[in-house]
């Protein structure tokens, strides 16, 4: 067999590849370890970055909960101080009207703040039976009046945009 020179280069070649192979081995291991380390001191500061979002988005919506039954509460406190002046009212013939004017003074008022805040009733006399916005107590038979409609009405329902607070409770009419 005849010396290549060629063959010679490649054996130094391999030699190389082989020293760096064995070079990155040794090293390997603790390139390894500090990106572990890195990574999971990465997680950690995540993790405790998120659940001090979690926990600062769920005082803000505390702190915003409170802050609109604050509103609606103190929008509530004159009819109250309403409610309180009409009890102390004389039971006399004119103590009576006097305590129903008061009476009525707050309902409007009370109907002020509901509708101020998107409330609005729901019609349900006249109106065909929907279970979805009405409750139905009683079925009566009503001449002149369609299967199905509402015949009376014994507690308001209410709306706050398209979602229901209350359905109306109502009596409906049987064919």
Do not use: C
Request: hydrophobic content about 35%; glycine content about 6%.
């Amino acid at each position: 067999m005849e010396d290549n020179p060629r063959n010679d280069q490649s054996d130094s070649s391999n030699d190389d590849a082989a020293s760096r192979t064995a070079a990155a081995t040794e090293v390997e291991p603790s390139e390894l370890q500090r990106q572990r380390d890195d990574f999971y001191d990465r997680l950690l500061r995540k993790t405790a970055e998120f659940d001090n979002y979690r926990k600062r988005t769920e005082r803000d919506r505390l702190a915003l909960t409170d802050a609109a039954a604050a509103s609606v509460l103190t929008e509530l406190l004159p009819l109250v101080d309403d409610l309180e002046r009409a009890l102390k009212a004389e039971a006399g013939s004119e103590g009576a009207e006097a305590y129903r004017r008061g009476v009525e003074l707050i309902h409007k008022q009370l109907g002020d703040i509901l509708r101020k805040r998107g409330v609005r009733a729901i019609d349900a006399v006249g109106a065909d039976f929907d279970p979805h916005f009405h409750q139905a107590v009683s079925y009566e038979p009503a001449e002149g009046r369609r299967e199905g409609e509402v015949i009376e009405e014994f507690r308001r329902g209410y709306m706050l945009g398209d979602r229901l607070l209350r359905p109306s409770m109502v009596k409906v009419a049987q064919g």
